[in-house]
């Protein structure tokens, strides 16, 4: 098997690149200083992020200035990101580890859950998020909204040149989306809407009631469909209809692909929006779970109620996003099962979401009915996967079937590793789906008290999730074929 770090200039052409993206995560890094203009007595947590920042931002610098003369290939890009999002929790991690209470492990896992847009966290039970100073509030809720767009379209916007690699660093990550001619012109337009978006989330927040600090941690969060809070309730503690309607809509925008939002928005062709079927997918399953969830919650709360309930949860968990507005734990066993179909599923593809991403789940339903009408059609009928007006090659549907199976292998696996631990089933795997699909919503097992098997299970759900599984497993699999191969060379 080809091993990248078994050869000199490949390992030479990671670290050089890794080396921008460093400066990428540096440069970010020192951002929230920036909030302590507003709030003058945090003027002394400023060295727990310049600090950090300075030294990766260094350290990025002396790794760029590698000289190589090899061209990067997709293989080079899937190490490079599936570093790169290592090291962002790994840098995000100090703050978190001197400004709270958290062992560094601990830090480490809050970290890569906001890197990641997940949201699970470890301030739960006797940890109060909201005794944390507001500087590292701030913090855990910018990794969200630069993690949602993703550690490579942060550093192509820094520092990264256009080009071969930045495409390539760009496909890497789980992206596909071409808005513009060119990858680079594609991340500049992605960027325009993201902090378009944010600025009305921000000032939609604010005109329901939200303090303008909260609105604008929960609006970062809930554009990057992160889910992570200032408040240990979640959004159940302003009790606010219009909050929660201002959020569902951010969720939802959050969900949907750049490139539906240019054409709709930006070319003003609002039919685009309307046409495009991922977003009719994830209207009509948030629609049919709807349903089955309100007849289920009537049986705890009042119509209204459970309805408010059920339409915020199901939008929460097929978003990706992940905020809360009631205790899961009370909820029965089939709307938790609901919720973790929800959260498998995911949002669009080229969106801020995760999990398996609406097209796939389209794909495969589609195939399946081609194949019942040509088990009822003579042999010779041809009938071809069309979806949206567009053919589906046989690859396609191949690749949508693959890493659907690899993608519930993997939820399989660490759902077991949770039961082992001594967590009943349908919490298990509650809990893996939340973290491989980058969700956030939780029953309870995650917490400082939770196995450290059992963090580092979801730490690499978190981590392959975010991705989709196939960088991280290149990456796997050429680091452990170094002790193979010498293990083979000394026999």
Not at 54 to 69: E, P
Request: one cysteine or more; glycine letters at 8%.
């Amino acid at each position: 098997m080809f091993s990248l770090v078994n050869r000199r200039l490949d390992l030479k052409l990671i670290l050089k690149n890794l080396g921008l993206i460093l400066q990428g995560l540096g440069i970010i890094t020192t951002f929230p200083i920036v909030l302590c203009y507003f709030y003058q007595s945090e003027i002394s947590y400023i060295p727990y992020f310049v600090v950090p920042g300075l030294l990766t931002f260094l350290i990025g610098v002396g790794l760029s200035r590698i000289k190589v003369d090899i061209n990067i290939q997709i293989r080079h890009a899937m190490v490079i990101s599936s570093l790169a999002w290592l090291f962002a929790a790994l840098v995000g991690s100090v703050p978190i580890f001197f400004l709270s209470d958290l062992s560094f492990f601990d830090s480490y896992f809050e970290s890569i859950s906001a890197w990641t847009g997940t949201g699970l966290t470890m301030f739960s039970g006797t940890l109060s998020v909201e005794g944390l100073p507001k500087i590292l509030l701030f913090w855990r809720s910018l990794s969200q909204w630069a993690g949602g767009i993703g550690v490579i379209l942060v550093a192509m916007v820094v520092l990264i040149r256009p080009g071969v690699s930045a495409a390539r660093l760009y496909i890497s990550e789980a992206r596909a989306e071409k808005i513009k001619p060119t990858f680079f012109g594609t991340v500049r337009v992605i960027w325009k809407i993201y902090f378009l978006y944010t600025v009305i989330g921000i000032t939609l927040f604010y005109l329901v009631g939200m303090p303008m600090f909260d609105a604008v941690n929960h609006c970062m969060t809930g554009l990057g469909t992160g889910g992570m809070s200032i408040k240990d309730s979640s959004l159940a503690f302003y009790d606010s209809f219009n909050v929660e309607l201002v959020a569902v809509f951010l969720m939802t925008l959050g969900a949907i692909n750049f490139t539906i939002h240019y054409k709709a928005f930006f070319k003003r062709k609002i039919g685009a929006l309307f046409r495009d079927v991922q977003v009719q997918a994830l209207f009509v399953i948030a629609g049919l779970f709807f349903i089955l969830m309100l007849s289920d919650l009537s049986l705890l709360y009042y119509p209204f109620e459970a309805a408010r309930k059920a339409l915020f949860q199901i939008f929460s968990a097929i978003t990706c996003c992940g905020f809360s507005t009631d205790n899961l734990v009370n909820w029965s066993e089939i709307s938790r099962i609901l919720l973790i179909l929800l959260m498998i599923t995911g949002g669009g593809a080229g969106s801020t979401a995760g999990a398996l991403k609406l097209i796939r789940i389209v794909v495969i339903l589609k195939t399946l009915t081609v194949q019942i009408k040509k088990a009822l059609l003579p042999r010779n009928a041809v009938i071809s996967v069309k979806i949206g007006g567009a053919n589906f090659s046989d690859k396609d549907v191949l690749e949508a079937l693959l890493f659907s199976l690899v993608y519930l292998s993997f939820l399989l696996v660490g759902s077991f590793v949770l039961m082992w631990l001594g967590y009943g089933a349908v919490n298990s795997f509650f809990e893996m789906a939340s973290a491989q699909g980058n969700v956030g919503l939780s029953v309870g097992i995650t917490n400082i008290g939770l196995n450290p098997v059992g963090k580092m299970t979801l730490i690499l759900g978190m981590w392959m999730g975010r991705l989709e599984i196939i960088p991280t497993l290149v990456f796997i699999a050429n680091f452990v074929t170094i002790p193979l191969r010498r293990n083979i060379v000394q026999e």
